[in-house]
């Protein structure tokens, strides 16, 4: 049981590239989420998943595109990157109870 | 929209307790939450309470709700320096059933020993 597995662990990026970062989740859980983490600001909710088809808005999500095509994965796409998404990113991912969001370790991404 | 504030820094001596404080704006979040990130990790739950409730102590810590002022608090009895770490305090947001989380900012625990 590994939990929420996120890949790459860093990436560096030129401006206008893309690429896409992967979220694997193994508790069988329904609900998954993006953030993104700036210093000062806690954690920022980009999309997230109430279940396998399914996406939507969250906070932050201008220059990101997700899609859920498997429960087990939710993948984020950066279609064409810019400095300002320089950034910290983590999945997570929860069961209908609510009670507990788990954390993937989180994707280092720097945009040049 | 929803808000969520914390102090950024506070620091303690060894074996002294810690609070941490956390006030929000939503008054319908079901479940708070509290969060801890050591350098280069993750998030990881460390406690949750629930909204009908006023306190809820877990070993070393104990949660604090006060509903009516929007006001959430972390206590850290015999803190270590182990426990330095930057702790997250989260509130349920919305409406509906999606479990959608609003962070504050996260205040930074220094443990000098």
């Known amino acids: 049981n590994a939990g929420v597995t996120q890949t790459p662990k860093f990436r560096v990026l030129k401006t206008g590239q893309s690429m896409t970062l992967l979220c694997a989740q193994d508790?069988?859980?329904?609900?998954m989420y993006w953030y993104r983490q700036d210093p000062g600001m806690g954690l920022r909710l980009i999309h997230y998943?109430?279940?396998?088809?399914?996406?939507a808005k969250g906070e932050v999500p201008d220059g990101y595109n997700v899609s859920r095509l498997k429960k087990q994965n939710f993948l984020l796409g950066l279609e064409s990157a810019a400095p300002s998404q320089t950034s910290v990113y983590f999945c997570?991912?929860?069961?209908?109870?609510?009670?507990?969001?788990?954390f993937g370790p989180g994707t280092r991404l720097l945009v040049l | 929209g929803e808000d969520v504030e914390q102090s950024l820094f506070l620091s303690v001596r060894e074996g002294d307790s810690s609070v941490i404080n956390c006030t929000y704006t939503d008054s319908s979040s079901t479940y708070l939450y509290w969060y801890k990130q050591e350098p280069g990790a993750g998030l990881q739950l460390l406690t949750y309470i629930f909204s009908n409730m006023d306190m809820k102590q877990d070993q070393r810590l104990t949660v604090l709700l006060n509903k009516k002022d929007k006001h959430l608090s972390l206590r850290i009895a015999d803190t270590q320096t182990g426990d330095s770490a930057i702790y997250f305090c989260?509130?349920?947001?919305?409406?509906?059933?999606?479990?959608?989380?609003?962070f504050g900012q996260g205040t930074t625990l220094q443990v000098k020993p």
């Open positions: 998943s109430v279940g396998e088809g399914t996406t």
């Open positions: 997570a991912s929860s069961g209908t109870d609510q009670e507990t969001q788990y």
């Open positions: 989260a509130v349920e947001h919305g409406s509906g059933n999606t479990g959608k989380l609003i």
């Open positions: 508790m069988n859980h329904e609900y």
